[in-house]
């Protein structure tokens, strides 16, 4: 069995989701699309970057990551139902993405998520060292967030519109509600086109940092140095940020979206954040959970599972 596996090239984290596969199965992966049995289209949105014709004589399975329902248009549709007719099976990492396709496809559906490398994602060094080494203060509450926030549209005039689905207004209206209530917050950025968060933070006037193309070793730096990671988004795969921060011991809360509530502790997750508790408990929980269920080792066989059942 060789496994294709399409990436969009972006340095997102589809490209490393894709690099860790094919590491970890070795000679069963192929960089040719020709000589595959099977195209994982793990990129679902660069589908049509490989010929039809090819797609037809070959074993597909489509991640699809998230829908956002304002977005699924017309448009959205047809796209997913002409590549419906050549998909095998469809793999979803959370139960509110299967919940969606399943309206549009009679398809089978199957739900696993995403993994983690916790011998990379562990925390190596203190809260305070990581905050010296990155340049920042030892004594404020830095909130941090890690994805981009802002459409692509608009940019270049200097019109930041929030990528709604991510949920960078929840983010600033809890940031906003922190620093009212502790007075002692600053804001840890990461990742590009985080021009919609900077605006807001700017008007506030409250002090962000902001690291534009941090490397992977960097990232890690920033999740150990932060307070606490602040997921906002509306709509989610993952994210991946749910898992790495746990991971790590980073304290974290976010809105039910994703795979959140399969990694942490309720009390962490609610739509208003202001609601959401956090402790060492919770924090040891969440550790727990990621590295006894969702390391690379344990997560990678339950997709080759998958492929052999397609």
Not at 153 to 162: A, T
Not at 187 to 199: E, F
Request: charged share 25%; aromatic share 12%; glycine share 4%.
């Amino acid at each position: 069995m060789k496994i294709f596996t399409l990436r969009p090239n972006e340095d997102w984290i589809c490209d490393r989701i894709a690099n860790e596969f094919d590491q970890f199965i070795g000679q069963q992966s192929t960089r040719n699309a020709y000589e595959a049995d099977i195209v994982w289209l793990l990129a679902d949105f660069c589908w049509n970057q490989i010929p039809y014709e090819m797609l037809q004589k070959k074993k597909v399975v489509v991640t699809c990551h998230h829908i956002v329902p304002s977005k699924f248009d017309l448009n959205a549709q047809n796209d997913f139902r002409l590549r419906d007719k050549i998909v095998d099976v469809y793999h979803v990492p959370n139960e509110r993405t299967k919940e969606f396709i399943q309206q549009y496809t009679k398809k089978p559906i199957v739900m696993l998520p995403y993994w983690i490398d916790t011998n990379f994602w562990t925390k190596n060094k203190s809260r305070n060292q990581a905050r010296q080494e990155l340049g920042l203060p030892l004594d404020k509450t830095l909130i941090a967030s890690f994805q981009r926030d802002t459409e692509g549209i608009g940019i270049s005039q200097g019109i930041y519109l929030p990528k709604i689905e991510k949920g960078p207004d929840i983010f600033c209206d809890f940031v906003e509600y922190d620093q009212q209530t502790s007075g002692n917050v600053e804001v840890l950025l990461g990742g590009w086109r985080r021009q919609y968060i900077i605006n807001r933070l700017e008007k506030m006037n409250i002090k962000y940092h902001y690291f534009e193309l941090p490397t992977i070793e960097k990232i890690r730096d920033m999740y150990i140095a932060s307070s606490i990671y602040v997921v906002g988004s509306r709509y989610e795969g993952g994210p991946q940020a749910v898992l790495e921060a746990s991971a790590l011991k980073t304290p974290i809360i976010s809105t039910p979206v994703g795979c959140a509530e399969q990694v942490l502790y309720p009390s962490s997750i609610n739509r208003d954040l202001t609601q959401c508790i956090v402790n060492n408990e919770i924090i040891d929980y969440n550790y727990n959970n990621v590295v006894e269920n969702f390391d690379i080792k344990k997560v990678i066989p339950r997709y080759l599972e998958m492929f052999k059942g397609v």
